[in-house]
């Protein structure tokens, strides 16, 4: 059974640091591309950030660029999401993904086959 469970979410301050993690389990992801999503309450789920196979191509959404740095570690079959200088409007669920199919790095909720429970993050202003 293939599992994705993250890690790392809070409650911050504006301009604080979390570093969430998802651990895969069940089949490696070594060769995949892997992501992170959120959903806010209200919202629809957004794309954050996604890293291709290697490790070497990133991709980040507009709102977080500069801020947030995806990586992987795929002796660990974990990737991470550094967040840095969070915002209130970051507060959501963050999710991580995998796909199956795509070893470049992908923004389509639909390219990604795999998911996480989520991790809450909540910043306060």
């Known amino acids: 059974q293939v599992q994705l469970v993250e890690s790392g979410g809070g409650l911050v301050q504006a301009g604080g640091s979390l570093r969430l993690s998802c651990a895969a389990s069940g089949r490696t992801f070594s060769r995949s591309a892997m992501g992170w999503f959120r959903q806010a309450p209200g919202k629809e789920r957004e794309f954050v950030a996604s890293i291709n196979w290697r490790g070497e191509i990133t991709y980040y959404a507009d709102s977080v660029k500069g801020r947030f740095t995806i990586s992987r570690d795929n002796a660990k079959n974990t990737v991470y999401l550094q967040m840095n200088s969070l915002k209130p409007e970051d507060t959501a669920v963050y999710y991580c993904?995998?796909?199956?199919?795509?070893?470049?790095?992908?923004?389509?909720?639909?390219?990604?086959?795999?998911w996480g429970q989520g991790t809450q993050v909540s910043v306060s202003s």
């Open positions: 993904a995998a796909s199956s199919t795509r070893m470049t790095v992908t923004t389509q909720a639909g390219n990604y086959d795999y």
